[in-house]
């Protein structure tokens, strides 16, 4: 139980186009998700919390007009990158809080966007 | 906000022997994880502990809340075990620590 997937695994895309990266929860209900990024070698960094029927809520530094979420299910939350440059180029994670009750996350395979 | 450190940064280990990792963090929290993160950047589950000890297996974890610090124990660590042990923490939303590059030569 308690599985989470994304899609598109690996998205490669050239500079100024957007990029839409889906995060569903496959067996529970997720009134909140959250994205992340990881560099290379570094951790993960949170970037927003995602609220099902509400606005997310951005960490300090992320544009929101930048990577626009949206949570319009309790099964999916989505994340697109606007008019991508290649310094967006990262590995971006979702997870969500389980069925526990807790709050547990459960995290996705991540999404490895390249920007040419 | 809070912060997560992680000790120790990189640590290589004969297969077979035991290790011991540990997370600090700042302030009191309801959520703490213990991930592995594969090569393929999937993060694992290892632990839910914001407080107690709890084992599974050759791994078992304690956290000490009201110290603010986690353990994570690894006894007769195998090869596949390498790679990078995270500690997050936090309530509603999660802090990662910088994590631990773990690698087990056989």
């Known amino acids: 139980g308690a599985v989470v997937s994304q899609h598109p695994s690996r998205v490669i895309c050239k500079s100024g186009t957007s990029v839409k990266i889906e995060c569903r929860s496959l067996?529970?209900?997720?009134?909140?998700m959250f994205w992340y990024r990881q560099f290379p070698k570094k951790s993960l960094m949170l970037m927003a919390t995602?609220?099902?029927?509400?606005?997310?809520?951005?960490e300090q530094g992320v544009e929101k007009d930048k990577f626009l979420i949206n949570h319009a299910s309790l099964t999916l939350s989505t994340l697109t990158v606007t008019s991508a440059h290649p310094e967006d180029s990262s590995f971006y994670i979702c997870?969500?809080?389980?069925?526990?009750?807790?709050?547990?996350?459960?995290f996705g395979p991540g999404t490895r966007l390249t920007v040419t | 906000g809070i912060q997560v450190e992680q000790s120790p940064p990189d640590l290589i280990l004969q297969e077979g022997a035991n290790s011991t990792l540990r997370c600090n963090f700042s302030d009191s929290v309801n959520n703490l994880q213990w991930f592995h993160q594969n090569p393929w950047g999937q993060l694992i589950n290892l632990f839910y502990i914001p407080s107690g000890t709890k084992q599974n297996g050759r791994l078992s974890a304690t956290t000490v809340a009201t110290e603010r610090y986690s353990l994570l124990y690894i006894s007769s660590s195998q090869t596949t075990d390498s790679g990078v042990y995270f500690c997050a923490v936090g309530s509603n939303d999660m802090r990662f620590g910088a994590g631990t590059r773990l690698t087990v030569k056989p």
């Open positions: 997870s969500a809080e389980g069925p526990t009750g807790t709050y547990e996350q459960y």
């Open positions: 067996d529970f209900q997720a009134t909140t």
């Open positions: 995602s609220n099902e029927g509400s606005k997310a809520t951005y």
